[in-house]
Nanobody
Framework: QVQFVESGGGLVQAGGSLRLSCAAS????????MGWYRQAPGKQRELVAR???????NYADSVKGRFTISRDNAKNTVYLQMNSLKPEDTAVYYC????????WGQGTQVTVSS
């Protein structure tokens, strides 16, 4: 099993920044991808960004150029730096890790006011 501690969500005005952190523990030795999904009210969960164990990154088109994902393999921690936030970025952000299946964090609320 994998457990997560997420932090960094909150309320911010449009144009502002937030940094999310997610520390994994437990069965972490074989984690491949780590990343973030988000889910807004009434919408499906969508991939925001992910990073592989060798540092390869992927981003949703809607966040390219504004969000940056990074990872500290020694600490089993993934970060999401979110800049130039927009009201449409408002959602619950879920950290995840992939091993043979996806493991999910509990989620952290990000609210961007206009």
């Amino acid at each position: 099993q994998v457990q997560f501690v997420e932090s960094g969500g909150g309320l911010v005005q449009a144009g502002g920044s937030l940094r999310l952190s997610c520390a994994a523990s437990g069965r972490t030795f074989s984690i491949n991808y780590m990343g973030w999904y988000r889910q807004a009210p009434g919408k499906q969960r969508e991939l925001v960004a992910r990073i592989s164990s060798d540092g390869t990154t992927n981003y949703a088109d809607s966040v390219k150029g504004r969000f940056t994902i990074s990872r500290d393999n020694a600490k089993n921690t993934v970060y999401l730096q979110m800049n130039s936030l927009k009201p449409e970025d408002t959602a619950v952000y879920y950290c995840y890790a992939s091993i043979l299946r996806l493991y999910w964090g509990q989620g952290t609320q990000v609210t961007v006011s206009s």
